[in-house]
């Protein structure tokens, strides 16, 4: 944990994670990103859309054993909607992401090892077409083949949808550059028991991440955001 | 580093970090007819329907723009929008309603969503008045929609129904684009309680796992008051009350005829199966003229005949056996036979104490009737005839035999033989308990095909057992 003034407002920023490159100062909504020794600010963060989720910075909860808190967030838009994506980080160190959409609860974490060279092809393979429109007539799912594999880390998942993705702003501390306006490709991929795998692709930069849904009631989570009527 | 981002003169800090406002409903003013709508599952919910003028609007971000105009009034549902219930613990709002039929109209049904900010969205069903509880399942679930049998939690999902769902009415809002006359393909699978739902759109395929409630639950959970929708048949998943039921029947069932067939076998096997008495004899008509001499028999001072040396002995179609001891308290089984042809015998029987007099009665009827006739032979009764007395006490005992029959009024007199045995295994008892036990089991069984076929009949993937045509 590190402690730093926003160059802004002064206000106290903490930076829990080494990770961190990113934060939006909760006072002033100043964005900085993290040098050596300081912060530089480099613009301000909007206010992040309403929503009803009852995550917030501070939250803390369980995932497999290991107590994590949530640090920062993301908010993503699509053509169909919106989600979160908090940055969180274990009490063993370890930084992953809890990914709340549609009242589901994913967590995941990027895989350090290079993409397999045959699986990477594809994905740019596929991110192409997508680009190139295919996204707007999306194979018929009633076809034999209900959609393709890909095999991410020994995993073979299935890929459920490929979608464009924006930024829609950000708070906290964040391992990578979020201001609005952030676009990426975003493949969502589902296993047989709920394991769940995305692969992000800015630009040319491909990450690839995985995980698990997660019930609510299996995440513990404690210091909840206050919800007016719940 | 960063180019799009709009900069903005700094200002004074925020007293409160944005994150830490409270999640709260939010309302917008309707771009269509200007009344305010409430939007619950704010975040999530992309389309809302107006409350005042049923027009769809855009709500995934603040411009509402408006999707389908409209200018209906709302239309009343069971459950209303805005009402909370709690189910399996969680309490849920209503928050979306969708009404949708199988593109005929034959078929139609009641979408509610429900919303809990923590657990997120599930769906409550209700067809013909049978509901359904789904969620749901972020699950890859191998040959769901191809195949007519899938696995889900080790359990054998089966195919019950291939179809259409049609949009045909909304109200309320949701966290995906809605409208009428929006139509998706459905597969449904069963393993009651269970169901297996999967929904293909364009673009999407969605599976959801649901299970059976009854009415009750969905009235007590909502605390309604109105009458609920009367349900009709059977449902595709609905549980049926025999099967959950039916294998500890049998179980008991068939620990009962292994306890009963044990104490039969015991008892057999202990069983002292003693004959008493039997005798050879000959009974003559009132009104014949037997020489008694000639039978070697004489008369004792009973008035009865008392006689069983000689071939046969008889008066006033009486007989009576010589005194006999039963050594202990127990069954006695008493065969009768004679050798009527064409002819019947009626014998009286009674068992008689002969210290306390008590006696023990009972009929024969033998009757044995045979011939040709177009079709043949026939035979008609039986020249024997057997029953048990049970638990008769110890002590000495005579048999009296009464006669009456048809052959007096030929031949003047009957042959008859008797064989008296005691403590003779008993296997009567032993049926009647077999099918007191098995009475409920097979009428289990008969009730939960009988359910099952009426579930099947709604499907076009009945097994072959329910399969009707």
Known sequence: ??????????????????????????????????HDVDLEAIGTMATLPDDMSPLQIGTDGFYRGIRFSLVGRMKIGWKDGCWNEWFMVGDDGRKGWLAEAQGFYAV???????????????????????????????????????????????????????????????????????????????????????????????????????????????????????LEGW | MVTDEIVYPLHEPDPIPPTHHKGRAKSFKCPACGGIVTIRAVGHSINAVCSHCSSVVDVANDNYRIVEKAHKLTRHTLLEIGTKGVLFGVTWEVVGYVEKD??????????????NPYHGFRFLMQARGHWNFFEVIKRDVSGVVLENDVRLDERP?????????????????????????????????????????????????????????????????????????????????????????????????????????????????????????STQSRIYAENSSPDLAADGCGETGSGLPDCDKAAGYGRNKMFSSPSFVLPKGSNVFIESYSPVQNDWVELNLSLVNEQTNTAYSLSHGIEYYFGYDADGYW???????????SAVPSGTYRLLVEADS?????????????????????????????????????????????FENKRWSESDYAPALYRTS
């Open chain 2, 406 to 450: 048809g052959a007096f009024q030929k031949s003047g007199a009957i042959d008859f033989a008797l064989n008296v045995t005691r403590d003779v295994p008993a296997w009567g008892n032993y049926w009647i308990t077999l099918l007191l036990l098995f009475v409920y089991p097979i009428y289990a069984g008969i009730r939960h095909m009988s």
């Open chain 1, 1 to 34: 944990m590190k402690k730093y003034d926003c160059p802004s407002c002064g206000a106290e920023m903490v930076f829990h994670s080494s990770l961190s490159v990113y934060a939006v100062c909760p006072y002033c909504r100043s964005t900085v990103v993290r």
């Open chain 2, 157 to 277: 999902y089966t195919i019950f129904y291939r179809g259409e769902a049609v949009v045909q009415y909304v109200k309320g809002e949701f966290y995906w684009k809605v409208k009428k006359g929006d139509r998706a393909r459905v597969v449904d699978y069963i393993a009651p309680p269970y169901m297996l739902s999967a929904e293909i759109s364009d673009d999407e395929l969605t599976l959801a796992q649901g299970v059976y409630l009854q009415p009750s639950e969905v009235k007590e959970a909502f605390k309604l008051t109105a009458a609920m929708p009367y349900p009709v048949g059977v449902a595709a998943n609905q549980p049926s009350r025999f099967r959950e039921r039916i294998s500890g029947i049998w179980s008991i069932a068939l620990l009962g005829l292994l306890a009963a067939t044990l104490i039969q076998a015991a008892t057999s096997i202990t069983a002292d199966n003693a004959h008493v008495y």
């Open chain 1, 108 to 226: 995941s974490f990027e895989i350090d090892a290079a993409l397999d060279e045959a699986v990477e092809q594809r994905i740019r393979k596929r991110v192409a077409a997508f680009r190139a429109g295919d996204g707007k007539k999306t194979p018929p799912i009633a076809r034999a083949d209900l959609g393709s594999y890909l095999t991410l880390d020994k995993q073979k998942l299935k890929v459920v949808d490929i979608k464009d993705a924006v930024c829609l702003g950000s708070e906290g501390e964040l391992p990578i550059a979020a201001p609005r306006g952030r676009r990426t490709v975003s493949i969502d991929l589902l296993g047989p028991s709920g394991e769940f795998g995305c692969v992000e692709v800015l630009n040319d930069d491909i990450r690839a991440y995985l995980g698990r849904y997660v019930d609510w009631d299996a995440l513990h989570c404690q210091n909840l955001r206050p």
């Open chain 2, 379 to 389: 035979s008609e009764g039986n020249q024997r005839v057997d029953s048990f007395i």
């Open chain 2, 102 to 115: 199988d593109g005929s109209a034959a078929y139609r049904w009641d979408e509610y969503l429900l919303y």
